[in-house]
């Protein structure tokens, strides 16, 4: 069962601007990640936010989460060519080591 | 660097052959996990294993079988594969008690004929 849903699908940006994914979720959870995936390649985490945290920086990535609306949101700052991925939230399900993935965003920067 | 390594990244196999897509990991995670992933669908878990010998079933378990007889071996097996398994196969492994971060292989694609 899908429990995270990526919005939108597919985000085309200029270098330079801001992208912004957002993911809703349908049951309660520990936490909520992102994860990226270079076309043909394996995923690499992200971020990780906790359901008792609602913001969190890592470099050019900003992570926000509101529980009460079960979503969250992923933005990636000054986007870069190579920030072209494909980007996916993943939530667990309670039992803190099995996650739940959605479908994904495909981020496409153009030089 | 930590690493999980999928021992095939391209596979092509007829149907009703017996697949083996092996997974490694130098970390010494307890958790290992088999997803598959296609497009419009996502990743979805097909089986996970959290000790030696241990496993439990995902969300399609169906047609498929694992493996885990050592701690840093998790293998992946169709018994009789058919074409519905065309797909890219990943591996992952999270240390428990853990920070919830997987750790994934570079995945497997497999079509099968």
């Known amino acids: 069962s899908q429990q995270g849903e990526e919005d939108p699908q597919a985000l085309s940006i200029q270098e330079g601007e801001n992208a912004t994914m957002n993911c809703s979720y349908k049951?309660?959870?520990?936490?909520l990640q992102w994860y990226r995936q270079n076309s043909g390649r394996g995923l690499v985490h992200l971020i990780l936010i906790r359901s008792n945290e609602r913001e969190k920086h890592s470099g050019r990535l900003r992570v926000t989460l509101d529980t009460s609306k079960k979503s969250s949101s992923l933005l990636i700052t000054a986007s870069r060519a190579a920030d072209t991925a494909s980007y996916f939230c993943a939530t667990d399900r309670g039992s803190n080591y099995k996650l739940t993935f959605g479908k994904g965003t495909l981020l496409t920067v153009n030089p | 660097d930590v690493k999980v390594t999928q021992s095939s990244r391209y596979l092509v196999k007829r149907t009703g052959e017996k697949v083996f897509l092996e997974c490694v990991q130098d970390?010494?995670?307890?958790?290992m996990f088999w997803y598959r992933q296609d497009p419009g669908l996502g990743l979805r878990l097909i089986y996970f294993s959290y000790d030696v010998k241990m496993k439990e079933k995902g969300d399609i378990p169906e047609g498929y079988s694992v493996s885990r007889e050592k701690k840093e071996r998790f293998s992946l097996i169709l018994e009789s594969a058919s074409t519905n398994q065309t797909s890219m196969y990943l591996c992952?492994?999270?240390?428990?008690?853990?920070?919830?971060?997987?750790?994934f292989g570079e995945g497997s694609r497999l079509t099968v004929l």
């Open positions: 970390m010494d995670h307890e958790n």
């Open positions: 992952a492994s999270i240390r428990q008690p853990n920070t919830g971060e997987l750790f």
């Open positions: 049951t309660s959870i520990n936490n």
